[in-house]
């Protein structure tokens, strides 16, 4: 893999566009699923996913081939997410009261799709509520939660990505696991 | 709970697979004694499946060419001639 990695690079630096194409194929996935769960909508993580890339390629200069692509990929589109998280405005939760309304909460106003197998619901809904309880987590916690439980790597690589030391990553993975537990318990 | 603070710290070594094996006894030996260890053990195995239970999700299917519709334009040739042209 990185030697592959290590061959597009240097045909990118030699002027070849194209083989870009090749390594946003390879990397693409895991780098949309970590700006998904980072920021919580499809809309939102394709434009970081995607600007996480075109840094990438403006910056493949300051890049050195001696190390992971992922790792650096994964630190670029961490930030462009924190970034954007940090611009946006707060979010509304689901189960929020709806302004000017007794006990209606937003929750209650979206459209139940019963069509659709019992089991499919209760998986989709799961899902989002996984989900809903990533994104409740403070951004710090976040990133290292995402990069441990749903990428998979080793404290030693995220403290790479997040640019921390492995103790400070230790750290903010037990107090992401705390507060999980605390609103996950009770299901 | 008075236990929970001193042994929290190892519940979450023993979490990140780094309790040596007599830590690992000591831990066990104790969520055997204690009911409220125990349970705080397995509330943190069980956050950490719902977690892991996200399923992943795949980038959408234009999402290459979006982003080679979006790349800088390589500035190189044009200026190289206008420096030349100098």
Known sequence: MEAIVKRIILEIKQGDEQAFAELVELYKDKVYQVAYRMVGNAHEAQDVAQEAFLRAYTNLDRFDTNRKFSTWIFRIATNVAIDRLRKKKPDFYLQDQVQGSQDLTYESQLAASDDLPEEQIVTAEMQEWVQGEINRLPVKYRTAIILKYLEDLSLKEISEIMDLPVSTVKTRIHRGREALRKRMRHL | ?86
């Not at chain 2, 190892?10 to 979490?15: F, N, P």
């Not at chain 2, 780094?18 to 509330?43: F, G, I």
């Not at chain 2, 956050?47 to 800088?72: C, G, R, W, Y």
């Open chain 2, 1 to 86: 709970m008075k236990c929970e603070q001193s042994y929290e710290q190892l519940i979450h070594k023993y979490l990140d697979g780094e309790a040596t094996s007599t830590e690992r006894q000591t831990l066990e030996k104790h969520l055997n004694e204690c009911s409220h260890c125990k349970m705080h053990v397995r509330e943190l195995k069980k956050a950490i499946a719902f977690v892991q239970s996200a399923s992943h999700i795949e980038a959408p299917k234009d999402f290459t060419a979006n982003v080679m519709a979006n790349l800088p334009q390589k500035k190189t040739t044009s200026k190289t001639k206008s420096t030349w042209k100098r």
